[in-house]
């Protein structure tokens, strides 16, 4: 079952952007799928580091985008960035301590961030990057 399924309106029309952001919400759908099985913990884990790896290189990848671009707004775009990655570090000392029940509060901030973050941060720099040519 899915967790979140991809709409258009999560689109920023950056075919990269998109596809990474795609690949994001597959991997929170895996690690949703995860938390049903009965011997969770291996997979959990295991699903839970690919996503963090996965989003730490997605923004880089998107970060790189927005300092070739010049994005005006790529210093508070960046300190979300850095808040997100906080955040999934604590969850991961959590779950590290053998708090399997913080998957749930991951599940639910993942998407609650994810989509937030697309629809409304991300979203906002897609028409400088469209005017000066970046895609």
């Not at 790189?64 to 005006?72: F, I, N, S, V």
Request: charged share 25%; net charge neutral.
């Amino acid at each position: 079952m899915s967790l979140i399924i991809w709409i258009d309106a999560y689109s920023t029309g950056i075919a990269e952007v998109d596809g990474q952001h795609k690949k994001l919400v597959e991997l929170i759908n895996t690690l949703f799928d995860s938390i049903t099985l009965k011997d969770r913990t291996p997979v959990l884990s295991q699903a839970f580091e690919e996503l963090v790896n996965y989003t730490v290189f997605h923004f880089g990848k998107e970060e790189e985008l927005m300092t070739r671009c010049a994005y005006p707004d790529i210093v508070n775009h960046k300190a979300e960035h850095r808040s997100f990655i906080n955040e999934i570090n604590k969850f991961k000392q959590e779950f590290a301590s053998g708090d399997n029940k913080v998957m749930l509060k991951v599940i639910n901030f993942l998407k609650d961030w994810l989509l937030n973050h697309i629809k409304g941060t991300d979203k906002k720099y897609v028409p400088h990057l469209q005017a000066k040519g970046c895609k």
